[in-house]
């Protein structure tokens, strides 16, 4: 049964750091993973998806690597700026029915 | 482009009363997906449709949760009778429903389920 994994559950930071969010997941047979961002009391946004033959993504500050071997992603946020305070999530595509599991995700703070 | 619609947003009933929601997924995606988070938690699958043919509902609870994707464009989820612990967010995602390994997933902005 895939898991996928986030920590720490929480993060919060200075405005203008660069920071990376970690996620990791125990079957390495994906199709693709993508993250996602959630603000409070509303649905998940997609940020960036990577196929399983790619090593990473970029949209704008925003870069996330595939590292499938080993089980990992980060999610890499240049810059970072009070908009960016939300929670991230990653979810992996696995299975016949490419069903995406999700990690639990990571609230990040940027404090101005 | 519309993005993913649900509604209601927000719906508050006693326990034991029927609840239904509905979503109408992005114009052109044939794959939809309903998904229930509970608080501090990542989605869980409930039920992918591919068109109007159910093609993965082992995470349904059947006994009390039943859905339709009639004309294959948008669906209802119904739960009846509902129970304290099915307090949550339900969401709903599209895809295109082009690739076998998995679309990348769009989702509406949910509705929150209070049982009392």
């Known amino acids: 049964k895939q898991e996928v994994t986030q920590i720490p559950a929480a993060l919060s930071v200075p405005e203008g750091e660069n920071l990376v969010l970690n996620c990791s997941f125990t079957?390495?047979?994906?199709?693709?993973l993508q993250w996602f961002r959630q603000d409070p009391g509303k649905g998940l946004t997609s940020l960036l998806l990577?196929?399983?033959?790619?090593r990473e993504q970029t949209s704008g500050r925003l870069n996330a690597s595939l590292d499938k071997s080993s089980g990992r992603s980060t999610l890499y946020i240049a810059a970072s700026q009070p908009g960016d305070s939300a929670t991230y999530l990653c979810?992996?595509?696995?299975?016949?029915?490419?069903?995406?599991?999700f990690g639990k995700g990571i609230t990040l703070s940027v404090r101005p | 482009e519309a993005g993913v619609v649900q509604s209601p947003r927000y719906k508050i009933i006693e326990k034991k009363q029927p609840v239904a929601f509905w979503c109408n997924p992005i114009?052109?995606?044939?794959?939809l997906y309903w998904y229930r988070q509970n608080l501090g938690q990542g989605p869980e699958l409930l039920i992918r449709?591919?068109?109007?043919?159910?093609?993965?509902d082992s995470q349904l609870p059947k006994d009390r949760f039943s859905a339709e994707r009639l004309k294959g464009v948008d669906s209802t989820l119904k739960i009846q009778p509902a129970e304290l612990g099915d307090s949550a967010v339900y969401l709903c995602?599209?895809?295109?429903?082009?690739?076998?390994?998995?679309?990348?997933?769009?989702f509406g902005p949910g509705t929150r389920l209070t049982v009392l």
């Open positions: 449709y591919e068109n109007e043919e159910a093609v993965d």
């Open positions: 079957d390495s047979a994906i199709y693709n």
């Open positions: 995602a599209s895809s295109l429903g082009q690739s076998d390994r998995g679309d990348e997933q769009f």
């Open positions: 990577i196929q399983s033959s790619q």
């Open positions: 979810a992996v595509s696995t299975g016949a029915n490419s069903k995406l599991t």
């Open positions: 114009s052109g995606h044939n794959t």
